[in-house]
C-alpha cells in the first residue's frame, strides 16, 4: 500500500489598511508561485479605501485560495497578525507566513523560506535585510537606513537575540512553534510585535534561520510607521527584558 505524502498547508497571513491596489498584485505574485497548498488570509482592519470589499472579490475569483478576516477597527499590527495566525492555526496549517501587503516583501522567496523551514528544522525563517546577500531599498533615505539598522543594533544590545535582522516582518512559522510561544498572550503591538515573538522563540531555546531578500520600497500607498509606533518600538525590549528577570 502506497501513502501519498500531502503537502504542509502554508497560510500566508496579510494585514491590510488602504491597500487596495497593492493587494491584487500580491495575490498574483502568490499564486504564480505555484506552492502546493497555499492560500493567504488577509485581515482587514475595516479600510475606508474598500481593501475589504477587494478582499472579498480576491476570495471569490480564487475559488476559496484566498480568504477574509474582517475586523472592526484598526487597533495595530500586532493585534491583526495574532487574529490572523490564530485563524490559521485554527484551520490546520501547518505553516504560517507573515506578509506586509505593500509589496516590500519578495514573494519570491517564499518557496524557499518554506523549504529552509523543514531541511533546517527552524521555528522560523527570517526573510532578512542584514544577512549576506540581503539589501535594502536603493530608494530608502539614509536616515531610514541608519535608524533601521539602529534598531537592530538596540534590540540585539538588550535581548541578546543573535539575530541579524531582529525586527524583521517577513517570517516563516512552523504552527508547532507558534503554539509553543503562546501566541495569544503576545502583547506587544506595532514593528515591536515583530521583536517579542523573536524574543519568545529564542528564550524556548527554537531555531531561527535567515535567509537573504531585498527589501523594496512600497510602491503605492503610505507607511504606516508612525511617532507612536516608533516610540513603543524603544520601549518594548526594555519591558521584556524586565518583564523577565521579575517573572
Known sequence: MVVEKTSPKVVVVVPTYNERTNLPILVDLLTDLHVPNLHILVVDDNSPDGTGEVADRLATETSGMVGVLHRTEKNGLGRAYVAGMTRALEEEADVVIQMDADLSHPASVVPLMVEKLFADDAAVVIGSRYVEGGSLAAEWPWHRKALSAWANFYVNAILRLHVK?????????????????????????????????????VRRGLGIVEVPIR?????????????????????????????????
Request: aromatic share 12%; proline share 3%.
Open 165 to 201: 535582522d531582529a525586527t524583521a516582518g517577513f517570517k516563516a512559522w512552523r504552527a508547532d512553534a507558534l503554539k509553543s510561544i503562546d501566541l495569544p498572550s503576545i502583547r506587544s503591538n506595532g514593528y515591536s510585535f515583530q521583536v517579542e515573538m523573536n524574543y519568545r522563540t
Open 215 to 247: 527589501f523594496e520600497e512600497r510602491v503605492n500607498g503610505e507607511s504606516k510607521l508612525g511617532l507612536r509606533v516608533q516610540i513603543e518600538s524603544a520601549i518594548a525590549p526594555w519591558k521584556l527584558l524586565f518583564g523577565r528577570k521579575n517573572g
